[in-house]
């Protein structure tokens, strides 16, 4: 119950913060991937991650139960059902477990794997100029509570003036960015190298 009641405070604020967005900013988008500009001649940034602490499958199905009853939610799509596809540049593959786009809100889940397509990260991208909507919220709070990862920290950095941050949480290291002027949030979760 008391994790419904966390889910609306995030989406209200999340919309807050995402309606008070420039409205010249409204016909942009932006994608960003958290990785280095380094050469990929031999070992990409992907390589150097540890592999990601559970399987994609494993994710998936966990992912899929939707154990916390959450409405709204965009299941993810079968993992073995996805081709793999170059990922920024050369630097590793990826798989799009989500990827919506309804009106001007557009979200994706990817999977990122490295060269010998070792599965390594989990990126969530969403781009919302006026406002996310309820799907897309569902998205990272379910892949929080999926992977044990308190979605308090993301409830509190939305609150906070902050354009990024990062913690870690379960195993987890989770790198936070705001781009508020183009209503745009990635969040990045790796294997914590210090566990």
Do not use: H
Not at 23 to 32: H, L, R
Not at 44 to 71: C, H, M, Q, R, T
Not at 166 to 182: A, C, H, I, P, R
């Amino acid at each position: 119950m008391w994790k419904k009641k966390l889910l609306i405070p995030m989406f209200l604020i999340f919309n807050l913060l995402l309606t008070s967005c420039d409205v010249e900013s409204q016909g942009e988008t932006k994608q960003v991937n958290k990785t280095s500009n380094e050469s990929n001649e031999k070992t990409s940034v992907i390589d150097k991650l540890p592999d990601f602490p559970i399987s994609l499958n494993s994710f998936v199905d966990n992912y899929n139960a939707n154990e916390n009853g959450l409405e709204n939610l965009t299941l993810v799509t079968d993992p073995s059902e996805l081709e793999f596809e170059v990922f920024n540049k050369n630097q590793g593959f990826m798989k799009k477990l989500i990827n919506e786009n309804k009106g001007d809100v557009q979200y994706d889940l990817l999977a990122i794997f490295d060269n010998d397509k070792k599965f390594k990260r989990l990126i969530f991208d969403v781009t919302a100029p006026n406002g996310a909507t309820p799907e897309s919220i569902s998205v990272i709070t379910n892949t929080f509570y999926t992977l044990g990862i308190d979605p308090n920290y993301l409830n509190d950095f939305l609150q906070s003036d902050k354009s990024d941050m990062e913690f870690t949480d379960n195993g987890y290291k989770v790198n936070l960015m705001f781009e508020q002027s183009l209503g745009f949030l990635n969040v990045t979760i790796d294997k914590n190298e210090q566990n």
